[in-house]
Nanobody, 123 residues
Framework: QVQLVESGGGLVQAGGSLRLSCAASGRTISTYAMGWFRQAPGKEREFVASISRSGGFTRYADSVKGRFTVSRDNAKNTAYLQMNSLKLEDTAVYYC????????????????WGQGTQVTVSS
């Protein structure tokens, strides 16, 4: 079992930056690919970014490519999502997730989820 806890969300003006953290406990995340997803009010949960177990392979949704960066520090058992040039449409609850399989954009492939952290971008 892996427990995931996100932090770092908050209120930020458009154009600003936030860094989300996903702290894992229970097991080392080095054996898990990690993903970030988000869900805005009235919308379905959507893929944001993913990173392979070693960190050598990353993938991004087109909507965040060039603005967001996913990373991980296996020694700290933590994954990160650096979000720059934030837009109003980035407002959502952000979730991190872990899968023992390959990193993927498919939410259903992730076995473990955090509780989410709210990101609100204001004009």
């Amino acid at each position: 079992q892996v427990q995931l806890v996100e932090s770092g969300g908050g209120l930020v003006q458009a154009g600003g930056s936030l860094r989300l953290s996903c702290a894992a406990s229970g097991r080392t995340i080095s054996t898990y690919a990690m993903g970030w997803f988000r869900q805005a009010p009235g919308k379905e949960r959507e893929f944001v970014a993913s990173i392979s177990r070693s960190g050598g392979f990353t993938r991004y949704a087109d909507s965040v490519k060039g603005r967001f960066t996913v990373s991980r520090d296996n020694a700290k058992n933590t994954a990160y999502l650096q979000m720059n040039s934030l837009k109003l449409e980035d407002t959502a609850v952000y979730y991190c997730a872990a899968t023992p399989g390959q990193s993927t954009v498919i939410a259903g492939a992730y076995n473990y989820w955090g509780q989410g952290t709210q990101v609100t971008v204001s004009s």
